[in-house]
Nanobody
Framework: VQLQASGGGLAQPGGSLRLSCASS????????IGWFRQVPGKEREGISC????????YYEEAVKGRFTISVDKDKNVAYLQMNSLKLGDTVVYYC??????????????????WGQGTLVTVSS
């Protein structure tokens, strides 16, 4: 099984980026997919998650209203659409996937699989 995160790059404040998390080898319909970000020296912070079974989702307060999580089950790709980017969104983003009968996980512990990080830089 593998997760491949992509889509990071440079954006201006107020701009947008869309991160993708491509899954391969996963067969379960009962998974949680999460997006995390990590500042060097600090723990990974959950910013959003979505359930592949019931479609429920959650956002961390700082990104609510600006970021949108979605999943294309046919393509096995999860997305994080990031709008109204701020300087403080500059950080490495990770996607993760793990089993969840219902709902999704906002913390890193339950996730078994992680993609490599993708760097988002917001700068004018």
């Amino acid at each position: 099984v593998q997760l491949q995160a992509s889509g990071g790059g440079l954006a201006q404040p107020g701009g947008s980026l869309r991160l993708s998390c491509a899954s391969s080898g996963f067969t379960s319909d009962y998974d949680s997919i999460g997006w995390f970000r990590q500042v060097p020296g600090k723990e990974r912070e959950g910013i959003s998650c979505i359930s592949t079974s019931d479609g429920s989702y959650y956002y961390e307060e700082a990104v609510k209203g600006r970021f949108t999580i979605s999943v294309d089950k046919d393509k096995n790709v999860a997305y994080l659409q990031m709008n109204s980017l701020k300087l403080g969104d500059t950080v490495v983003y990770y996607c993760a996937r793990g089993r969840a009968q219902a709902g999704c996980y906002f913390v890193s512990g339950p996730y078994e699989y992680w993609g490599q990080g993708t760097l988002v830089t917001v700068s004018s």
